[in-house]
């Protein structure tokens, strides 16, 4: 394996972790939520006509996710204090928080291939449902997918015809039809 | 007599019309799956469906075998099978086992693993759910762990073992193989290192009862 390889394989190993969202989030946005809005919240006209006197600092990446999510929780909440004849936060809402996804996402070294699409149990085996991105010039494909608890069976198809497997995920033992697929599990968070 | 045998033809008719289209069509299967393994395959997920068997991972072994360009009745004997191995899953898990329990325990059952150890494995976890420990045992068997060595493994955590446990091990354990170890050693130095991690106490919380090797 060349120094190039490992590279890229240090960069698909990080890459694979999923990305984890703190539990406690949900339970913050319904708190705020149920909350309601505050009597003396000026309206948000008011808001926008204020001057804008704070500074924006971002000094670690830390912060800027920190800065991402609040400005996302900012977009979430006052969505529904802007929808117009809202009397009471949309049931939805109650709905999306219930229902806790991890976002998985799925990173393959194909060079050369001009299309990569990820196939599985959760997008109906479909050829157009999850095409993969180039990540960046070296043949590195990636995709993101939310998926909650539960076990799931993939593969990827190069450009329409090709079958691959995950080379870092187990291997599904229950292929039935030729080609094999990998294995993702997700566990309950 | 003549009318009565008309009122007849006619009941007896539209109750096999009525029959016929009872049966839901899966909106997924259809240009997907040759014709007559789509019938068979929407009355195996009628069937399914009566039993209270998650039907999803059956459509979803069906699309499987049409995108990998599999022949209809193969595709049909698939999702037979699976159901078979769901219903046997939910047998030894219990009827109120969620869908992705089954999905997962069916698994473990194609893995190799008796329906005897899933239900052991039922009995050492009550309250929790069994998706991650039977995928992983399958995972583990799928690296070359031998079946009953993984089940033994996957049996000695489950008291205490958080999904997060689970994985991190399973993956513990793919490493060592993947960096040459032979999966047996890989899986008892694995084992060793939870046991010891207990021992001390230093889990960072966690409560993983010390294992007993395989």
Redesign the interface.
Known sequence: MSEHDDWLAQAVEVLREPVRIDPALDRRVMAEIERGPAPDRPGWREVLRRPFGGQLAVTSPLGGLALAAAVALGALVGRTWLAPDSTEPPSTLGTMAASVAEAVQFVIVVPGATSVVL?G?FN????TATPMRPADGDGVWAATVPL????Y?YAF?IDGTR?LTDPSA?????D????P?S?V?V??T | MRRITRWTIALVGAVTVGSASAHAQEP?LEGRIPEPARQTIDLLLDSARARGLPTE?L???A??????G?PGD??V??VR??AGELETARAVLGDASAA?EL??G??AL??GADPDALAELRRARPAQ?L??AT??L??L???GVPVDTAVSAVLSLATGA???D??AF?RNV?RDVALGASPVAALGVRLDAVAAEADLGTGAGRTVAAPRKP
Request: aromatic content about 6%.
């Open positions: 196939v149990d109906d085996w479909s050829r909650e608890a539960g076990r069976r198809l079958w187990p291997r599904s033992l229950d039935d039809f030729g080609p697929n294995v599990t566990g309950a | 997924r991972p459509v979803d072994r699309l499987e075998g049409a995108i990998k599999a193969r595709i004997a698939a099978r699976l992705e999905i997962a069916a698994s194609r893995a759910s998706t991650v995928s992983v399958a995972d068997v799928a690296v958080e999904d997060a689970y994985i399973r793919e």
